[in-house]
């Protein structure tokens, strides 16, 4: 599949897996993979340009703890290495995004997952479109 890698990204698609890894066993959600796919609407192929995301997780309104504001950020190196195949197979970037470092013991809660890219030439920053992209976090009801 032909890449764009001279234009500037105008659009962002961010897919969340549907469940977070629970990879220490203790009942927290501690890893959630995201997959991006940028493009230069209207034309149809994926971009791939130099730049940084930064991804915030959101509690859904009425949780407990609906002012938690979870963020991770990846440079531009990282942004880099995070290039390849997306979860549907379209060329993008792939990042796990790590609950451990910044909260655990967290309660039972959904969260929204909301991306942003940042280009390197200092162009247009672009965020995803306002949809739902849901993970559960805390520990497992």
Not at 29 to 55: C, H, N, Q, T, Y
Request: hydrophobic share 40%; charged share 25%.
């Amino acid at each position: 599949m032909k890449v764009l890698r001279d234009v500037n990204p105008n659009r962002m698609t961010l897919t969340v897996a549907p469940k977070a890894e629970d990879v220490e066993g203790d009942g927290q959600a501690d890893l959630i993979k995201v997959s991006v796919v940028m493009f230069d609407e209207p034309r149809p192929e994926p971009v791939i340009v130099p730049g940084s995301f930064r991804f915030e997780a959101v509690p859904m309104e009425g949780s407990e703890v609906e002012d938690l504001r979870l963020q991770w950020e990846f440079d531009s190196a990282e942004a880099r290495r995070a290039e390849g195949p997306t979860m549907f197979g379209l060329p993008g970037y792939r990042f796990t995004l790590d609950v451990r470092r910044q909260a655990r013991d967290l309660p039972p809660m959904v969260v929204n997952i909301i991306g942003h890219f940042y280009p390197a030439n200092g162009g247009t920053p672009v965020t995803c479109r306002p949809d739902q992209r849901l993970v559960r976090l805390g520990a497992a009801p």
